[in-house]
């Protein structure tokens, strides 16, 4: 029992000399083939859907079908009706998790534009009379912060039901 003891102190006294070897070398070179300083996204050129995978599916998953038990909501078939109630458009633009994600204005506008295409994310919930957004639209509107979420898509969903949209977002009428 003593030498177990006296090996567990040996080990606590040896671990603050092992953290500090994790200590990066400043004069490190890069690994080859990796020199170049990586890129914001903003400037990266990704294309949309790849933006999709990197700002949106970690919550609403690749597919767009949400996680309720994540407390996010499904876009598939669905996301399309918020253009069909008053305020919904810019409520797109200003969910948190577009407003301050790491994309540039237009890269924003490109992906809300590839949500709501007919054969994509948004599908037939899209309405006819969709106009794309544009850089300059969301450069504005992103402006402004949703400062509370649940009340305001709880509103918006208000809308949609006094319009007789079916609400099919995967969170059981949370809202």
């Known amino acids: 029992m003593r030498y177990l003891l006296i090996a567990g102190l ?4 040896a671990a603050p000399l092992a953290l500090a070897r994790a200590i990066p070398d400043p004069n ?16 990266a050129g ?15 998953l690749g597919d767009g079908t949400g996680s309720k038990a994540n407390d996010t909501p ?3 078939d669905f ?3 918020f253009l069909k109630v008053e305020g919904g458009r810019e409520f797109l633009v200003r969910v948190p998790g577009m407003s301050q994600s ?12 590839w949500l709501m295409r007919k054969d994509g994310m948004a599908g037939k919930s899209v309405p006819d009379n969709y106009q794309p957004y544009t850089e300059a639209e969301v450069a504005a509107v ?9 009340e305001t898509r709880a509103g918006l969903i208000k809308q949609m039901r006094e319009q007789g949209i079916a609400i099919d977002d995967g969170m059981d ?3």
């Open 10 to 13: 040996m080990c606590a006294m």
């Open 28 to 43: 490190q070179k890069h690994a080859p083939g990796n020199e170049e300083l990586q890129k914001p996204i903003a400037q």
């Open 46 to 60: 990704y294309s949309t859907p790849v933006n999709y995978q990197l700002q949106c599916a970690g919550c609403h």
């Open 74 to 76: 499904k876009m598939k």
């Open 79 to 81: 996301v399309g009706n």
């Open 102 to 113: 790491a994309l540039n204005n237009a890269q924003l506008a490109d992906l809300l534009n």
């Open 142 to 150: 992103r402006k402004v912060a949703l400062l509370n979420l649940p």
């Open 173 to 175: 009428d949370a809202y």
